[in-house]
């Protein structure tokens, strides 16, 4: 069972900076795509950005040129740094990674960091 667990989310004040951490770990796994949605209350769960393997990012437009997407493939791990904070940007992250096992490719999910922007 390959499982994503979170760390670094927070309260901050607006043009602050936090930095998400996402590591898989599990047995017999390689990761394909790796990216963090957000979801704010009410709203629906949306892709903040994503990297591929080789490393090429993409982001939404709402954060581009504020957050910056990088991964260590060595650790399994993802990151988001996340400048110029707003409170707009208030949400949960949840991290995701395509995970290829022998029996396939699973999509897995982290539980989820609450990210907190005060104005």
């Known amino acids: 069972q390959v499982q994503l667990v979170e760390s670094g989310g927070g309260l901050v004040q607006a043009g602050g900076s936090l930095r998400l951490s996402c590591a898989a770990s599990g047995s017999s796994f390689s990761l394909n795509a790796m990216g963090w949605y957000r979801q704010a209350p009410g709203k629906q769960r949306d892709l903040v950005a994503a990297i591929a393997p080789g490393g090429t990012p993409n982001y939404a437009d709402s954060v581009k040129g504020r957050f910056t997407i990088s991964r260590d493939n060595t650790k399994n791990t993802v990151y988001l740094q996340m400048n110029s904070l707003k409170p707009e940007d208030t949400a949960v992250y949840y991290c995701?990674?395509?995970?290829?096992?022998?029996?396939?490719?699973?999509?897995?999910w982290g539980q989820g960091t609450l990210v907190t922007v005060s104005s």
């Open positions: 995701y990674a395509q995970v290829r096992v022998p029996l396939g490719n699973l999509d897995r």
